[in-house]
């Protein structure tokens, strides 16, 4: 009996030597099935975040081959540059502006939806839109509502008698405005996203526990201060780094409502790192702006691994 | 008389309720809503400052979508989308798939620590690369070509699939595959044979969320291409219907809503599972 089953394992064996030290051992394989995916994102990510610090020392241009280190030339350039300073003041005030408003909303849309109500699912589909459909079509479609002769928005607010009969503001043509069209579009793109990260945080709290706290007394404003806010708080976390990331590097509503305009109002980082360094062809300074978001992902990625290795441990 | 006073609190709060869902709904829908009125509207009728907006005056028109299809590169940019689209994500799951199997079960300790770091990539943004990468993309000869494109976008669909499918592969018993080893498949034979096809929801779910990151994706096509036909829709439409001479609105937002609908009607069966992973398995669903 005993010999039987070795003579099976040794013919088995005999059979699959070689291929079995590639397929059977799990420190090779393992190796040899992630080493793809390393390879690739060493070469494709890593790669050129090297080239971007490299580049924001340099005075490299698109269509020239010339290449020499200018050390922080670059840096302290931008430093002294009126418009980088407005773009870094935008970026971190309609950063700073829309998560406020979106982390408002989101938990109040969250709350009203967690009640069940006939065609949940339609409203579900309506509120997500903005954040599943492709942002640069769904920002058209504000282009287009925000327009300055045919304005449907006007419109509305004109014949509700808000506005009066003389008032058509043009809302991307001044810079208060068109400030302020970029953080309503940002916040309707947003808020989808806050508000479903928001609606798994507040189902995951168990009911037993808002139970009890209901039969000691406990009002709706002190389970929410007590119970739901402290208990959702590493969701909202995880919901308020990625809605910095998301917001402090996304441009493309920028791109297409205001290309930064009028005066630079609505211009940010990176769009001015677009137009400088691709539409204007000066890649090493482009990459230097677009350098200054650098410090903030850091940030932002040291506190996600914090979170992270507290679930592991949890 | 106490009872009353409780129904119409009941009634009030539920009148607010259903108000402050349909006012939500209304702000998230608004611009989906002018994109359909606008692609059905005469001319005539659009262009008048006098008509109500939200109402046809004039009968219903196929004028727009006859040009957004006949006049313009349109269904050629859903053709190079659907096309990069396909490709990348078969890229993703010849690379995805063995890595985070590879974390979940065969590296140990570090396997973790390894899928954690790969999901910090997902936070180095195209913001910070688009420029060296243009670069990298010229010296390869790719510029300008839909090439590039699927070069460069599984560096953003890789991490999260990744991180997707760890997530995925935990929840799969080790039974399963001692079993098939058991049965004399290799190691790498039960990962073929048995792990693979029970985790087709999750890789469908990778399948789904690749596919409409690459619709979305707008920078790095906006600094890659040149060339109008060689677009995809989510940049032709802005770039060629936007900044030309006229302002078509009919057949752009025709257009905007056509190459919409879809993303948004499949993804809508997979959030829960999109949210799961980005939070970080914080939260289990």
């Given at each position: ?314 | ?221 906006l600094t890659f291409v040149t060339t109008a036909s060689r677009y995809t829709v989510s940049v032709g439409v802005p770039t060629f219907l936007v900044h030309g001479d006229v302002y078509n609105w009919g ?35």
């Amino acid at each position: 009996m005993d010999t039987d089953v070795k003579t099976v394992e040794s013919t088995f064996r005999s059979r699959n030597q070689h291929l079995s030290f590639f397929f059977d051992n799990a420190t090779v394989l393992g190796v040899l099935m992630i080493a793809p995916a390393v390879i690739y994102i060493l070469a494709l990510v890593g790669y050129p975040l090297v080239l971007a610090f490299i580049y924001s020392f340099s005075d490299i241009t698109i269509g020239s081959s010339h290449f020499s280190f200018v050390g922080l030339e670059n840096i302290q350039m931008l430093i002294r540059d009126f418009d980088f300073k407005t773009a870094l003041y935008n970026t971190v005030y309609f950063t700073a502006v829309s998560m406020i408003i979106v982390l408002v909303l989101a938990k109040i849309l969250a709350l009203i939806l967690l009640k069940d109500f006939k065609g949940k699912f339609i409203i579900r589909t309506l509120i997500l839109m903005p954040y599943v459909a492709p942002i640069s079509l769904g920002v058209i479609g504000w282009l287009w509502m925000l327009d300055s002769i045919y304005s449907p928005i006007n419109w509305l607010l004109q014949h509700t008698g808000l506005f009066g009969p003389d008032f058509w503001p043009m809302w991307l043509g001044k810079p208060k405005l068109a400030m302020s069209a970029i953080i309503t579009v940002h916040v309707w793109r947003m808020l989808p996203l806050a508000t479903v990260i928001m609606l798994a945080g507040l189902t995951s709290i168990p009911q037993d526990i808002q139970d009890a706290a209901l039969v000691d007394g406990a009002g709706y404003f002190r389970r929410l201060f007590q119970i739901t806010i402290p208990m959702m708080l590493p969701i909202m976390l995880v919901a308020v780094l990625f809605g910095i990331v998301f917001t402090a590097t996304d441009i493309i509503i920028i791109l297409v409502l205001t290309r930064g305009g009028p005066y630079g109002s609505t211009q940010v980082l990176v769009s001015k790192a677009f137009y400088t360094g691709i539409d204007a062809g000066d890649l090493a300074t482009g990459a230097a702006t677009a350098l200054f978001l650098f410090p903030l992902l850091a940030a932002v990625a040291i506190f996600m691994l914090r979170i992270a290795r507290r679930a592991e441990i949890a | 008389m106490k009872k009353n006073t409780k129904d119409t609190k009941q009634i009030v709060l539920k009148i607010a309720h259903l108000g402050s869902l349909a006012v939500f709904a209304f702000f998230a829908s608004l611009p989906f809503l002018w994109m359909l009125i606008t692609t059905f509207k005469q001319d005539a009728d659009l262009y008048n400052r006098a008509n109500n907006p939200f109402i046809f005056n004039m009968a219903p028109t196929l004028v727009h979508l006859k040009e957004l299809f006949h006049e313009t590169l349109f269904l050629k940019w859903l053709l190079n989308t659907a096309w990069v689209g396909v490709l990348v994500v078969l890229i993703t799951l010849f690379l995805a798939i063995p890595a985070a199997y590879s974390l979940v079960r065969l590296a140990g300790r570090w396997g973790e620590r390894l899928g954690i770091g790969i999901f910090l990539t997902y936070l180095v943004a195209p913001t910070i690369l688009f420029i060296p990468m243009s670069r990298v993309v010229a010296n390869l000869g790719l510029q300008d070509s839909l090439w590039s494109l699927v070069l460069v976008f599984p560096t953003f669909t890789v991490p999260f699939a990744i991180w997707l499918l760890m997530g995925f592969f935990k929840t799969i018993p080790r039974d399963l595959e001692e079993a098939a080893m058991i049965d004399g498949y290799s190691r790498f034979g039960a990962f073929i044979r048995m792990v693979i096809p029970i985790s087709t929801s999750g890789i469908l779910t990778v399948v789904i969320f690749s596919f409409t990151l690459v619709v979305q994706e707008y920078i790095y096509t906006l600094t890659f291409v040149t060339t109008a036909s060689r677009y995809t829709v989510s940049v032709g439409v802005p770039t060629f219907l936007v900044h030309g001479d006229v302002y078509n609105w009919g057949a752009l937002m025709a257009g905007c809503l056509i190459a919409s609908l879809p993303v948004v009607i499949v993804y809508n069966f997979f959030v829960e599972r999109f949210i799961s992973g980005l939070t970080l398995g914080a939260v289990k669903g």
